[in-house]
């Protein structure tokens, strides 16, 4: 009887998803050292050793691997490493964060982690563009090679070397949710073939990845809490925000805090995506601003000013009006940003299927986000597009 009960819990249990750790920023950046235990929705029963599942596996080549280019695609057939099994009770959180299996168990867990945020707003499954030829996302967990990269069938992780500090981004939530941002776009618009020189896939590509991996990073419970209590409820000191890009594989700092606008860009894909990703922030902190608003915890007057020319004298006085209001009622900050959150990130990932990927303009993309968010999140998400000179004002 007690074995058939135990089964009986196993099962529920396995219903309720497996458990892994997961770092929201990589474990070098201060109060981030200690990961996440995080419930992916996949049942335990249903994730092989790699780990490995019906939509992807992760491999961790044992000597050096060149990355994939066009003559070179998955699947990886060297030798590799002994793939990274789950614990007794068939999870994958026993595994110690120093081991080098982590660095597999880890990626894989980012990846779901993140394809799950994104099928939640899309309303489906994301089908891999690749299908056809691999049914299957192959992961690479480690290739010695100081970038990483996302393409036809494969997600790469190197491993960065910045002051002869080695830090794979295996363990770089950040980098890999933006190299997922990318697979999602492409299975949600298709391959763009034949791109005239004035479209703006790349870009747009690019903005869309840093926007997945800025709201991916806020649907971490530990990170909003983090950042609203080292900020105080003011978002407009952004702290952990605006790191979202700085160990980028990509060699820009890209900051979604930026305040460029169109005329101030180059045609290079990162610094023209700047205004867009920049767009999609102020957005949310403007959603942010007014759910505090209505619920009475922040001063009505920060709706009516353009939060990009503050002065020093608003700025402190709002600045303590939140503080006090984080004091007594931080969870409906936390409310307010989770809707910010959501609003947004549901109007992006609407706006996908609308979306011509061989003729993408910007202004055509940022007007589809617009279409698809509807309500105040519309008149907003407008405005700041205005202002980044991405669409025409009216
Ligand atoms: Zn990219």
Redesign the pocket.
Known sequence: MRLLRDEALQTGASRLGTRFWIFPQPPFIPGYEQPDRVWLPIPADEIGAGPSDATMYVVDPLFDKRPYGLDRLPPFEGAARPPAEAGPDRHFDSISPESREFLAVHAYACVHFVLSIWQSYLGRPVRWFFDQTFPRLEIVALANWDNAQAGYGFLELGVSDRDGIRRPYALNFDTIA??V??LILLSETGVPTGISREADFFPF??AF?DAVSLISFLHFDSAIERLLRRTRGNLLLFNELNRFAETSP?TQVRLATNFRRMSEVTREA?DRALPFVGAIFDTIVELYHRELVARGCADSRLLDVDLRELDQGDFDRFRAATAEAFQTRPMIFELALTAARDAVGQALAASLRRLDPSALRLEGAAKAVVAAAGGVAAELLDSNFAWREIIGRR
């Open positions: 933006h190299e941002g990318h590509s690019e990845s990509e990162h």
